[in-house]
């Protein structure tokens, strides 16, 4: 079992930027692949960004590219996921996921979740 907790989340206006971290304590985190997801009110839970266990491939949603990117920090034994040119359009709660099960949109485990607000 892998417990993933999600910070940075917030309040920012419109072409602002937020950087979320999704942290375990497992080392196992380290090897697993790891995705970004995004739920807004009243909508389903989309895919926003992957990163390999490696690092070396990233993938991203067609919406959010060119403005966010990912990346792990295995010293820290952290995924960050960088949103910037943030829109009203971008508010959800972002959930972090973990361990792969169909590379890049399902995974294992999730964490709770952390919220980011855009306002226009």
């Known amino acids: 079992q892998v417990q993933l907790v999600e910070s940075g989340g917030g309040l920012v206006q419109a072409g602002g930027s937020l950087r979320l971290s999704c942290a375990a304590s497992?080392?196992?985190?380290?090897?697993?692949?790891v995705g970004w997801f995004r739920q807004a009110p009243g909508k389903e839970r989309e895919f926003v960004a992957a990163?390999?266990?490696?690092?070396?491939?990233?993938y991203f949603a067609d919406s959010v590219k060119g403005r966010f990117t990912i990346s792990r920090d295995k010293d820290k034994n952290t995924v960050n996921l960088q949103m910037n040119s943030l829109k009203p359009e971008d508010t959800a709660v972002y959930y972090c996921?973990?361990?792969?099960?169909?590379?890049?949109?399902?995974?294992?485990?999730w964490g709770q979740g952390t919220q980011v607000t855009v306002s226009s």
């Open positions: 990163i390999s266990g490696s690092g070396s491939s990233t």
């Open positions: 996921a973990a361990g792969a099960t169909t590379w890049p949109n399902k995974y294992r485990y």
């Open positions: 497992e080392r196992a985190f380290r090897t697993y692949a």
